[in-house]
């Protein structure tokens, strides 16, 4: 396992933004969210515009299944893996900065959530991040994407340790999955 906290630092002379949701800091599914590419994956505060999956649509929120060699995992629409990170305490966020940098939150400009997949309508919901963003939530779990894993389906974030605790991929039942 690498060190993320250094892996996902800006280029110099970049600043990564207050909050991961980016640009507009309403989760817009990529409009106003900056991004670049670095050694290790994507990370949000360069002047290319961020890939599909990395951030929720504006209008509708999705969260799927997806089959991976840990087992079925909750992804995001576009089959990003989405993790849960151990230092939340209930829906609130423990992830902010260079966190949220790192681990971006599944964010949404909408209330409307879709399931699908499935993965449980009633374990979906949202919390409320500082600065008035809406973050996605499964059982209780605050939910974040990792700059590192660059394409859907990867889970190179799974057991992470990093930001003062560990950070799990969820099973269909919102269960952290701790292995791998």
């Known amino acids: 396992m690498w060190n993320n906290e ?7 002379g970049r600043q990564p933004p207050a909050d991961a949701a980016g640009g ?16 290790r994956g994507i ?13 929720s649509a504006a209008g509708v929120a999705v969260l799927t299944l997806r089959h991976t060699a840990v087992g079925t995992i909750l992804t995001t629409g ?15 966020s423990a992830c902010t900065g260079a966190c949220a940098a790192a681990w971006p939150p599944v964010t949404t400009g909408s209330t409307r959530i879709t399931v699908s997949g499935g993965a449980a309508r009633s374990l979906a919901g949202e919390t409320t991040r500082p600065g008035g963003v809406h973050q996605l939530t499964y059982a209780g779990h605050p939910l974040y994407t990792f700059a590192g894993d660059a394409s859907p389906g990867v889970t190179n974030g ?3 340790e990093a930001f003062g605790a ?5 099973t269909p039942a919102g269960q952290e999955v701790t292995g791998g």
Request: glycine share 18%; with cysteine.
């Open 6 to 12: 250094q892996a996902f630092r800006p280029a110099a």
């Open 24 to 39: 507009d800091g309403r989760g817009s599914g990529g409009r106003g969210l900056q991004c670049f590419r670095g050694q």
């Open 43 to 55: 990370v949000r505060t360069g002047p290319v515009p961020c890939p599909a999956g990395q951030a």
């Open 78 to 92: 576009q089959g990003f893996t989405v993790y849960a990170f151990e230092a939340d305490h209930g829906t609130t």
């Open 158 to 160: 799974q057991g992470s």
């Open 166 to 170: 560990r950070w799990d991929v969820l």
